[in-house]
């Protein structure tokens, strides 16, 4: 009898974690876009998807190299950290990259270090690079987008990123100030 009483305490408390975990996710992204400051990032083009792995749109940003003093200090795959500013519309620019959490700016983001180039650029990628959309809608956001930045001087595409403490939210894709979501739905 003690044994049952055990096995059901223990199914109640996994059952309680496997319903906070993921509820812990979504508050703190939802946390993140409530109370973070919102990041225009301009896209560039991307190469075709790949069907094997998933439901997404690729995103590739514009901001994502800077030059640096040392090109040796910078190793593959290294955490480094992404201090943003705004230019006069909003879109995202770099001020600095430091492999340091920064201590007095809540506007930065992690990224992971591709490689240095011989001209002292170091390159990087952040994590909100894939935007999910329902299924049957995410092919056809694929084209859309990826017409939109063939012709760059018609239209502008990027997506919305909301950021705190170093944490970023991909919220939307937008071409000319519309959500990718509604131009699919037209």
Do not use: C
């Not at 044994?3 to 509820?23: D, E, S, T």
């Not at 001209?119 to 299924?135: C, G, N, P, T």
């Not at 049957?136 to 990123?161: M, Q």
């Amino acid at each position: 009898m003690n044994n049952k009483k055990y096995l059901i305490l223990a199914f109640i408390v996994v059952v309680l974690v496997q319903l906070f975990v993921p509820a812990k996710m979504i508050y703190d992204s939802e946390n993140v876009i409530k109370e973070g400051v919102a990041f225009k990032f301009n896209t560039a083009p991307v190469d075709p998807n790949d069907p094997f792995r998933g439901k997404y749109i690729t995103l590739r940003y514009k901001e994502t190299n800077f030059k640096v003093s040392n090109e040796m200090d910078w190793k593959k795959n290294d955490l480094v950290y992404v201090t943003l500013t705004k230019d006069t519309e909003g879109f995202a620019k770099i001020q600095a990259v430091s492999k340091e959490k920064p201590s007095n700016n809540d506007n930065f983001v992690k990224a992971t270090v591709d490689y240095v180039s011989n001209k002292k650029v170091l390159h990087f990628h952040y994590s909100f690079d894939r935007y999910y959309m329902e299924e049957s809608k995410a092919y056809d956001a694929e084209i859309i987008y990826n017409e939109s930045l063939r012709d760059t001087k018609e239209h502008n595409t990027y997506a919305l990123v909301y950021i705190k403490d170093g944490e970023a939210v991909l919220d939307d894709v937008l071409i000319d100030g519309i959500s990718i979501k509604e131009i699919v739905e037209k």
